[in-house]
């Protein structure tokens, strides 16, 4: 499968907990995403990468949410203390830049239930 | 926020065309109109995107009326696979982030 990939597609933890979550982007893709979706809305933008580069944050990624992408490859989303709040599905995407046809490829998301 | 609006939600009968409006009044003269889909439990899909000129591709038709101001992404023959929340997204392509609204729920009917 060459598509984005992420794991665990889904994690029940407590409140207060850490949580890392895993992206793997199509390979050739330079540019991953992160979002958050909650029941009903529309994925949220949350924060996105340039190669190794993180190039935008959101105002919704508070200080508990920390992403980072060290090689260029894969990423890692962590959310330190986790609260109820934090329960969403969480997407990763990935596409190609400086293309006219910059689609982006999505990952099946990984659910996270904080209880 | 989402520069777009939608209906939130439209049936449409299998097999029949699925005519999904948009309007994006706002729109600049650079930024185009994308359009994905999300299937139950799963992460958004492409469909299409355009600047002008009518689209087409082999899932889907997006119309967009020449002030630019709104659009329409037409599902020739609906099947209720196509049973989705469809979202009309305007972005300069390769500068920002996708940004999503809540979309139309689609509901293709037997």
């Known amino acids: 499968d060459t598509g984005v990939s992420q794991n665990p597609r889904h994690k029940i933890t407590k409140r207060g907990q850490n949580v890392t979550f895993r992206c793997d982007p199509i390979?050739?893709?330079?540019?991953l995403y992160w979002y958050r979706q909650t029941l009903g809305q529309g994925p949220e933008f949350l924060t996105y990468?340039?190669?190794?580069?993180?190039?935008?944050k959101s105002r919704l990624l508070s200080d508990r949410f920390s992403a980072e992408r060290p090689k260029g490859s894969f990423s890692t989303l962590e959310i330190q203390r986790t609260e109820q709040g934090d329960s969403a599905m969480y997407l990763c995407?990935?596409?190609?830049?400086?293309?006219?046809?910059?689609?982006?490829?999505f990952g099946q998301g990984t659910r996270l239930t904080v209880v | 926020d989402a520069k777009t609006t939608q209906p939130p939600s439209m049936d449409c009968a299998e097999g029949r065309a699925a005519n999904l409006p948009c309007n994006h009044s706002t729109i600049s003269g650079n930024e185009y109109v994308y359009w994905y889909r999300q299937i139950h439990s799963q992460g958004p899909q492409y469909i299409i995107h355009g600047l002008k000129n009518n689209e087409t591709n082999e899932m889907a038709s997006l119309i967009i009326t020449e002030d630019r101001k709104s659009s329409t992404l037409i599902l020739p023959h609906a099947t209720l696979r196509d049973t989705a929340v469809y979202y009309c997204?305007?972005?300069?392509?390769?500068?920002?982030?996708?940004?999503f609204g809540k979309g139309t729920r689609l509901s293709v009917i037997a």
């Open positions: 390979s050739e893709h330079n540019r």
């Open positions: 990468f340039q190669n190794e580069a993180q190039l935008e």
């Open positions: 995407a990935s596409s190609i830049r400086d293309s006219m046809n910059t689609e982006a490829f």
């Open positions: 997204i305007v972005r300069v392509p390769g500068n920002t982030p996708l940004v």
